[in-house]
T-cell receptor, first 114, second 113 residues
């Protein structure tokens, strides 16, 4: 069965420094992978998705993620954090083994210090 | 504007009083889903629907019911709410399951006393 693990529940960075949010997945098939962002008191919004095209995926607001099959990882990065990036981030996997029903990670809270 | 709407946004109720949270999407999506979000647990799926009249249990279906009589609507029903159902609830829809982006509603914060 598919599963996803977000390795950090909280990540704290200073404004202007790089961001790395880690996600490992488990899938017996070719997975689709997503990152969603949830700002305080808001719904979730798609940041980016991987669906077996290019392994380096660019998303909104300067975020990108790289699909690494050998490491079963899909880490989210951004070169320079902005105060507005402070939010909860969710990694999501789906594959045909799970009937394409998405499985969410538990979330990583990104804290950005001035 | 493409959107998923939920009502009500906030609800305080008492144990045992039946309630319905409505969800509607205007994108002609086939797949709809309900999640609950609790601190430290992320989003957990309650029920999902692949299309009209097709619904199935997610990870935490106990105490909830759903129906999908029309493509655009997917109400969540709590027949006899209990305090452990106090949570933040999200409805989502996508073109179909899996490889497509999910669009989320703004959330419904439910408190059961």
């Amino acid at each position: 069965a598919q599963s996803v693990t977000q390795l950090d529940s909280h990540v704290s960075v200073s404004e202007g420094t790089p961001v790395l949010l880690r996600c490992n997945y488990s899938s017996s098939y070719s997975p689709s992978l997503f990152w969603y962002v949830q700002h305080p008191n808001k719904g979730l919004q798609l940041l980016l998705k991987y669906t077996s095209a290019a392994t380096l995926v660019k998303g909104i607001n300067g975020f990108e993620a790289e699909f690494k099959k050998s490491e079963t990882s899909f880490h989210l990065t951004k070169p320079s954090a902005h105060m507005s990036d402070a939010a909860e981030y969710f990694c999501v996997v789906s594959d045909r083994g799970g009937s394409y029903i998405p499985t969410f990670g538990r979330g990583t809270s990104l804290i950005v210090h001035p | 504007e493409a959107q998923v709407t939920q009502n009500p946004r906030y609800l305080i109720t008492v144990t045992g009083k039946k309630l319905t949270v409505t969800c509607s999407q205007n994108m002609n999506h086939e797949y709809m889903s309900w999640y609950r979000q609790d601190p430290g647990l992320g989003l957990r799926q309650i029920y999902y629907s692949m299309n009209v009249e097709v619904t199935d249990k997610g990870d935490v279906p106990e105490g909830y019911k759903v129906s999908r009589k029309e493509k655009r609507n997917f109400p969540l029903i709590l027949e006899s709410p209990s305090p452990n159902q106090t949570s933040l609830y999200f409805c989502a829809s996508s073109l179909n399951s899996g490889t497509y982006e999910q669009y989320f509603g703004p959330g419904t914060r439910l408190t059961v006393t």
